[in-house]
């Protein structure tokens, strides 16, 4: 590998599937603000819209991600004024 392309920042953080519920324990570089209590310690958390536990590829079942609030948010955002 090349040296100095790397990050030399990494960092116990917990992310946690949104559609789920489920978190894990894994290191990352990226930034958050959130925080939450896994497992006794407060760690940084960053929220994923799918993971491993969710994704149907992984669980073999269709699994419906609710959109809807998400898009009928951008529909009333950027609707056209009358």
């Known amino acids: ?3 100095g392309i790397h990050p030399e920042n ?3 953080v917990v992310f ?3 559609s789920n ?8 570089t990226a930034a958050t603000k959130e925080t939450t209590v896994f497992e006794g310690v407060e760690y940084p958390v960053i ?7 969710s994704h149907p ?3 073999g079942k269709n ?4 959109t809807a609030g998400r898009i009928d ?3 009333k955002r950027y609707e056209k004024k009358k």
């Open 63 to 66: 699994v419906l991600v609710d």
């Open 1 to 3: 590998m090349k040296k």
């Open 57 to 59: 590829f992984y669980t």
């Open 47 to 53: 929220k994923l819209e799918i993971s491993n536990t």
């Open 10 to 12: 990494y960092r116990l």
């Open 73 to 75: 948010k951008f529909k």
């Open 16 to 18: 946690r599937d949104m």
């Open 21 to 28: 519920g489920h978190e894990f324990l894994s290191r990352s």
